[in-house]
């Protein structure tokens, strides 16, 4: 009998409510939503890799990649083709791309233009997670981070689909990390739904204690940069929101040094 | 139940900070305190002691000094939280009940050198035996002083020693291989990348035919003012929906039988 009401107890969390939604017309290609960042501090870079020709081998000349950019509130508002070469790295600077009118933080997905038949054949859809990079204030490095989100499709008449589920009830997701005193945050969130989030992001104390929140209705395909700077020790983050999974990309400035990880 | 390594590099100290509280409201509701046990390997069996107990949501960093009286210098510690203690010995890897899976039940897993740090939010897992690894990793950053390294970072449920080969190539020239390096299993297996005539616009592709790992990517300037950290997706991420595991298995097919075979 207790297993039981556990079980249904879970189902209202997982019933009906996936983390990502298939895509409705087969093989579209899909994309995290990354955050790119543009301005006289930060720069943005994406590693772009032929990944049909990982698959389907080098006989894929003429291919590209279309590139499509959103700003915070999630318009759309350019799109580049990028011709791609099997078996080569391209570091795309982004920067030079977004130019500087259309705010400091959006995000961009990337649709490869080919799916694999091989692919096809068992029901998938190629998903762009790739590698990101930011630079911080002209640094000889940059900091790598993965995509994690598999958050828009690409139909064949060019639509786009957003494909994040929504919860019945509202969840948390509590950010495992503890945050420094010495650092500066800023917590990227995306919206891969198409219903507008309120999205409220708490900074609890050590023992619990809400320290401070903020509150954040955030338009499908939109994102935003939640600034922190903690004034206690071991403080953390909450995000409370409908939201599957409303995990944050995690920038932390010490100094003059930058890092940045998924939550 | 997963585990927390405490990872080592070149240059830097690995630090592990452990949180016990789970990442959502929704999957693991309990609010008890647990155990944070130690783990490693010694003299070809799991040896376990417990550090302490941690309170419902604290959270508590631990760095290589504060293991090394237990852990040998060449073995990998593995924190853990759970209910009770581990066993002081056990022929095969303790394991625990508890976890999360959206997310998994995380730790921050760092490197910090004398002038900054780098992490990511990890966790670590026992890999099937004998297992495989196909990865194609775009991180080498190149420039005056720039270091790049790969940590190979494996786990398996037996402490029996053994070693596989980690090979790298330029996946333009897969004919010809450009590095060669032993790793070890229960280890974190330090691989120097630079050296090997990969430019920035070559794409390495990383095998290991028989030993499954995290490949995680270090790049560091000489002084270590500058640290990035970084892994690499499984095959398998590449795709969405659909037999994507089959996927996984086809491409690691596809590029075991080019690698090396011009």
């Known amino acids: 009998m207790k297993r039981h009401i556990e079980r249904l107890r879970r189902a209202t969390w997982t019933y009906k409510q996936p983390l990502t939604r298939v895509p409705a017309i087969a093989g579209a290609p899909v994309s995290d939503l990354f955050v790119w960042r543009n301005s006289e501090e930060w720069e943005t870079f994406f590693e772009l890799t032929d990944l049909p020709a990982?698959?389907?081998?080098?006989?894929?000349?003429?291919?590209?990649?279309?590139?499509?950019?959103?700003?915070?509130?999630?318009?759309?508002?350019?799109?580049?083709t990028v011709e791609i070469t099997p078996g080569r790295r391209n570091t795309l600077a982004l920067s030079a791309i977004i130019g500087n009118v259309h705010g400091a933080a959006g995000t961009f997905s990337v649709f490869h233009t080919h799916t694999p038949q091989s692919l096809r054949a068992l029901g998938s859809h190629l998903a762009?997670?790739?590698?990101?990079?930011?630079?911080?204030?002209?640094?000889?490095?940059?900091?790598?981070?993965?995509?994690?989100?598999?958050?828009?499709?690409?139909?064949?008449?060019?639509?786009?689909?957003?494909?994040?589920g929504q919860s019945f009830r509202l969840r948390e997701y509590h950010l495992q990390h503890s945050l420094d005193m010495q650092c500066c945050y800023e917590l990227g969130i995306v919206n891969p739904t198409s219903k507008k989030q309120r999205i409220v992001c708490r900074t609890?104390?050590?023992?619990?204690?809400?320290?401070?929140?903020?509150?954040?209705?955030?338009?499908p395909c939109g994102s935003h940069l939640f600034k922190v700077a903690p004034k206690r020790v071991q403080q953390r983050i909450v995000m409370r929101s409908r939201l599957i999974m409303a995990r944050p990309l995690v920038f932390r400035v010490q100094n003059q040094t930058m890092d940045v990880f998924h939550g | 139940m997963s585990f927390y390594p405490v990872l080592a590099a070149p240059g830097c100290i690995g630090q592990t900070t452990l949180y016990n509280f789970p990442p959502n409201n929704w999957e693991d509701t309990r609010k008890e305190s647990r155990c944070v046990n130690l783990t490693w390997v010694q003299d070809r069996v799991w040896c376990s002691v417990t550090l302490g107990e941690l309170a419902f949501g604290a959270m508590?960093?631990?760095?290589?000094?504060?293991?090394?009286?237990?852990?040998?210098e060449d073995a990998l510690p593995l924190l853990s939280l759970a209910s009770s203690s581990f066993p002081e010995r056990s022929e095969t890897l303790p394991m625990g009940t508890h976890g999360t899976h959206m997310p998994n039940w995380r730790a921050t897993l760092s490197l910090v050198s004398p002038l900054a740090s780098t992490c990511y939010q990890g966790e670590l897992d026992p890999f099937p035996v004998p297992g495989s690894l196909l990865t194609f990793a775009p991180f080498m950053q190149f420039g005056p002083g720039v270091e790049n390294y790969m940590l190979f970072l494996n786990l398996e449920k037996s402490a029996q020693a053994r070693t596989s080969t980690v090979e790298i190539y330029?996946?333009?020239?897969?004919?010809?291989?450009?590095?060669?390096?032993?790793?070890?299993?229960?280890?974190?297996?330090?691989?120097?990348?630079?050296?090997?005539?990969i430019g920035p616009e070559n794409l390495p592709v990383t095998i290991c035919k028989d030993m499954s790992g995290i490949p995680l990517y270090l790049s560091k300037t000489a002084d270590g003012a500058c640290l990035s950290l970084e892994h690499t997706h499984p095959p398998a991420s590449y795709v969405i929906h659909g037999k994507?595991?089959?996927a996984q298995k086809f491409l690691k097919k596809e590029w075991f039988a080019k690698l090396g075979q011009a």
């Open chain 2, 244 to 246: 994507r595991w089959d």
């Open chain 1, 204 to 219: 609890l104390s050590a023992n619990g204690n809400t320290l401070g929140s903020h509150v954040l209705d955030l338009a």
């Open chain 2, 60 to 72: 508590q960093a631990y760095a290589r000094s504060d293991v090394v009286a237990y852990v040998p």
């Open chain 1, 54 to 80: 990982l698959f389907a081998g080098p006989d894929s000349a003429g291919r590209n990649v279309a590139i499509v950019f959103f700003d915070a509130a999630g318009y759309s508002f350019s799109e580049k």
């Open chain 1, 128 to 164: 762009e997670r790739g590698y990101v990079s930011y630079r911080y204030r002209g640094a000889p490095l940059r900091a790598y981070v993965h995509g994690n989100l598999d958050a828009i499709a690409r139909l064949p008449d060019q639509s786009l689909q957003l494909l994040g």
């Open chain 2, 170 to 197: 330029d996946s333009a020239v897969p004919g010809r291989r450009r590095g060669s390096f032993e790793v070890r299993n229960n280890a974190v297996s330090v691989v120097s990348l630079d050296g090997m005539g």
